[in-house]
């Protein structure tokens, strides 16, 4: 099992960034590949990026690409998300996902709390 807390939310002016991280306790990173999804007021929870265990395998959304980068520390048990040119459609709850098997189909087994991103235009 692992636990998952992000942090690095808030309130960010358009074209700003911002870097959210998770830190995972429990069982170590590497087991994992890692994900992030967000979910917006009054939408479905949507897939953002994920990062295969070491690194060498990344996905993104369509929205996003060229714009957020997915990083991780196995060292340091900490996966970033690093959000550049943000948009008022960027606001939304932010979630951590860890997954095994099915990962590449966005399928997750823990998850966090989540951490709000606001963008203001």
């Known amino acids: 099992q692992v636990q998952l807390v992000e942090s690095g939310g808030g309130l960010v002016q358009a074209g700003g960034s911002l870097r959210l991280s998770c830190a995972a306790s429990?069982?170590?990173?590497?087991?994992?590949?890692m994900g992030w999804f967000r979910q917006a007021p009054g939408k479905e929870r949507e897939f953002v990026a994920a990062?295969?265990?070491?690194?060498?395998?990344?996905y993104y959304a369509d929205s996003v690409k060229g714009r957020f980068t997915i990083s991780r520390d196995n060292a340091k048990n900490t996966v970033y998300l690093q959000m550049n040119s943000l948009k008022p459609e960027d606001t939304a709850v932010y979630y951590c996902?860890?997954?095994?098997?099915?990962?590449?189909?966005?399928?997750?087994?823990?998850w966090g709390q989540g951490t709000q991103v606001t963008v203001s235009s």
């Open positions: 996902a860890a997954g095994t098997t099915r990962w590449r189909l966005r399928e997750f087994d823990h």
């Open positions: 429990g069982r170590t990173l590497p087991s994992y590949a």
């Open positions: 990062i295969n265990w070491s690194g060498s395998s990344i």
